[in-house]
């Protein structure tokens, strides 16, 4: 469905990705993984047609919609409901709308606002529920995680298992890539590799690669030294010289491998500060709410111990950062009371402290001014870590945009001795490879890690303990994220298991829906049937042809006639082969007229009386 060939993009000197070849077959759900830098987003540019490349083509069949999360937040309806409905019309869609922007974490109360009574972050889940509802052909996802809590992101992990159409997904989230996508693609040392499967199986792949690659690259040195060793030792002998010539022919027609380049492995640790004793922090009846609000946090109670790997949960807005700030010191509580361990040091990442940054500072500096004892060379290290390399470490911290800050704060984190980390969303600014890395350096941490966080693949990894924000109240789950799902589990889920999909839909408006579908499905198939039908008539005439050449050959040898032996046998071959095209082309068409029956029946099932 869509088609990339030899794609090339720069900008100025410095070369993206090159030789970019690759196909997105119907139905196909691909993650597309690489550094921060390497071209990801470039690439859905490219695609959408916003930029153009130095070289190559990308085509998709005619009338194949592409549609993508906008960056621009331009809202002309009066509410968020008419806003995100705009490209649709009918009953059966505006539900559809409905359901799109509950599951994204929109309330009724929500849904009747004007977009620009939104926050920035529910604005930008509006665009996403817009471009979801339209229902295009492509999908193309750049980082849809970010702005999306827990509850919304599990919500959004099954609507894309059953997207009907394509998607390209660009996220840090290990884990959420590889439930909703069946092939990864990465862009890796300026160029693409696509295995059917997992992110893991790319990347075993790749190394793989990489192993065979440089075992035969210095097998072939090693063959290059000593035939350069025989030139230069029997050059001077008349009787070798044509030993010694074949040899320099051969030296010179060689094509040498280049060594590859060492990519840089993220490793990095968080500088523990000693305790002595088990217990770091001891919450009692906490209590705190915002002016003329109801409370967000009430009667909760908790004691942190060391290597307690504490997760904190629950849909946005319902009081998690503010937890952190109170426990971090940030906030006064209203009631109850937080003690600590005199020797406990904590390790803060919170977005509000960015605000403590010396905007004068180089990132270098500001990393330094934490703990100075350091020296300039570590620092670097965590600068490098940060995606802070080379001379970008040299930038001022009043440039930096608010992602940029967030990585020098976890630096500052990193460098600063601590025994309690306390950290909100901290895997939202990195690619997929320092992500690894940071859950890495939380397992190995000895002190105790209080963690805000959407990831699932981190708090199945590291999570403990709970603080869970639900039933417009926060409670302690003692267990892990896994028994937390099987014994207690998501309120939003187990309503939307409770109350199908048809419940609110009468006979009329389901009728009108499965027709509405079944047309759709019809739009998809009809062209698809139509090309069947073309190559099935194509291989019988071809069939028909190879039946009478053959008896034509059979005559010829018959006859010993050598001339029309050689034409007709020929001619057996080219159709042979014409034929081998055809079957493939008819299988891969049956194929994805498979997918689509699937795909379609999957949509009306929940419709079905």
Known sequence: MLQVVNLRKSYGNRLLFKDVTFSLDAGEHMGLVGRNGSGKTTLF?????????????????????????????????????????????????????????????????DVQKHPQELSGGFQVRLNLSKVLISQPDLLLLDEPTNYLDIVSLRWLERFLIKWRGEFILITHDRSFMNRVTNTTMGIHRLSTRKVRGSTEKL?????????????????????????????????????????????????????????????????FSFNE???????????????????????????LSINVNTRDRIGIIGKNGKGKTTLLKLLSGELEPLSGRIKTHPECRQGVFVQ??????????????????????????????????????????????????????????????????????ILDEPTNHFDMETNDALLQALDNFEGAVLLVTHNEMFLHALANRLIVFQDDGVSVFEGTYQQFLEKKGWEEEAEEKTNSNSGSLNKKDLRRIRSEIISRKSSKLRPLEKKMAELETSIANLETEEQEQQQELVHASEKGEGQKISYHAQRVHEIKEKLEKLYHELGHMMEEAEKIEHAFAQELEPYTE
């Open 352 to 421: 509000t402290n960015r605000a403590r940054f010396n905007d004068m500072n180089t990132v270098e500096e500001e990393i330094l001014s934490v703990h100075p004892e350091h020296d300039r060379q570590h620092s670097r290290n965590i600068c490098g870590a940060m995606l802070f390399e080379g001379d970008e470490a040299l930038k001022k911290i009043n440039v930096l945009s608010g992602g940029e800050k967030s990585r020098v704060l976890l630096g500052k984190v990193l460098v600063e001795p601590a025994n309690l980390l």
């Open 273 to 299: 500060a000693p305790i002595a004793g088990d217990l770091l922090m001891q919450v009692k009846n906490l209590k705190f709410s915002y002016p003329e609000s109801q409370p967000l946090i009430e009667d």
């Open 45 to 109: 540019r490219l695609i959408m047609g916003e930029e153009t490349p130095d070289e190559g083509t990308i085509t998709t069949p005619r009338d194949y919609r592409i549609g993508a999360v906008s960056q621009k937040l331009v809202f002309t309806a009066p509410t968020a409901m008419k806003e995100a409905s705009k490209c649709v019309s009918g009953p059966e869609h505006e539900w559809y709308a409905r359901k799109v922007l509950y599951g994204l974490g929109f309330t009724e109360e």
């Open 203 to 267: 990347y075993n792949q790749l190394a793989e690669e990489e192993e065979v690659y440089e075992k035969t690259r210095l097998n072939e040195e090693k063959k290059r030294r000593d035939v350069e060793v025989f030139i230069s030792r029997f050059r001077a002998k008349a009787r070798l010289a044509n030993l010694v010539q074949s040899r320099i022919k051969m030296l010179e027609k060689q094509e040498q491998k280049e060594k590859l380049s060492k990519i840089k492995t993220l490793d």
